[in-house]
């Protein structure tokens, strides 16, 4: 049985057909692959674009920290002028009367509790107020971790389906290299 011209171009062209269509399927994978290998970068630029943000929030909680500390120290300053003068009037009406000086003394002694007592007040609260930070510092450093370890998540899961893509790909591709084999 011999076939005709007409039949042996006709099989001419089906495989040039199945062969043409053959590289399209791998440079398919290829694409698919590179467009998965893109959006991971495009990812990990996102997080590293996050971090450097958080960072430079961190920079800007530091420096407000540190104008607070310059306000502070400058209302201390302010507060030792004060209390200076206000020294300085008591040693020239101590010089004047001293009777009047002991009555002012005692003034002053209740004063000074006051602002004693009103300064560790406000010592406690700035020590509060740091307790916070460093708890505001420990839930950053908790998010960091968190956020670590879900992106480790992903790349396993990306990993395990690039596994399964390939072995899903050598398996379709036995398929059809057998089709083509076993079709005369």
């Given at each position: 049985m011999s076939l005709a011209a007409e039949d042996i171009d006709q099989i001419e062209k089906i495989v040039e057909r199945i062969i043409d269509r053959r590289p399209e399927v791998e440079n398919a994978n290829v694409r698919y692959e590179i467009d998965l290998r893109e959006?991971?970068?495009?990812?990990?630029?996102?997080?590293k674009h996050q971090r450097e943000l958080m960072m430079e929030g961190f920079k800007r909680l530091d420096e407000r920290l540190e104008l607070n500390q310059l306000e502070t120290n400058k209302r201390f300053e302010l507060m030792q002028a004060q209390m200076?003068?206000?020294?300085?009037?008591?040693?020239?009406?101590?010089?004047s009367i001293q009777t009047q000086m002991d009555k002012r003394f005692e003034q002053v002694?209740?004063?000074?509790?006051?602002?004693?007592?009103?300064?560790?007040?406000?010592f406690e609260q700035v020590d509060k107020r740091l307790e916070q930070v460093d708890r505001r510092f420990e839930q950053v450093d908790k998010r960091f971790e968190e956020q670590h370890k879900e992106i480790m998540g992903i790349h396993q899961e990306i990993k395990l389906l690039m596994r399964?893509?390939?072995?899903?790909?050598?398996?379709?591709?036995?398929?059809?290299?057998?089709?083509?084999?076993?079709?005369?």
């Amino acid at each position: 049985m011999s076939l005709a011209a007409e039949d042996i171009d006709q099989i001419e062209k089906i495989v040039e057909r199945i062969i043409d269509r053959r590289p399209e399927v791998e440079n398919a994978n290829v694409r698919y692959e590179i467009d998965l290998r893109e959006r991971t970068i495009r990812v990990e630029e996102e997080l590293k674009h996050q971090r450097e943000l958080m960072m430079e929030g961190f920079k800007r909680l530091d420096e407000r920290l540190e104008l607070n500390q310059l306000e502070t120290n400058k209302r201390f300053e302010l507060m030792q002028a004060q209390m200076d003068k206000r020294f300085e009037q008591v040693d020239k009406r101590f010089e004047s009367i001293q009777t009047q000086m002991d009555k002012r003394f005692e003034q002053v002694d209740k004063r000074f509790e006051e602002m004693l007592i009103q300064m560790n007040k406000r010592f406690e609260q700035v020590d509060k107020r740091l307790e916070q930070v460093d708890r505001r510092f420990e839930q950053v450093d908790k998010r960091f971790e968190e956020q670590h370890k879900e992106i480790m998540g992903i790349h396993q899961e990306i990993k395990l389906l690039m596994r399964w893509g390939f072995g899903a790909l050598i398996g379709l591709g036995g398929l059809v290299v057998a089709i083509l084999r076993l079709t005369p």
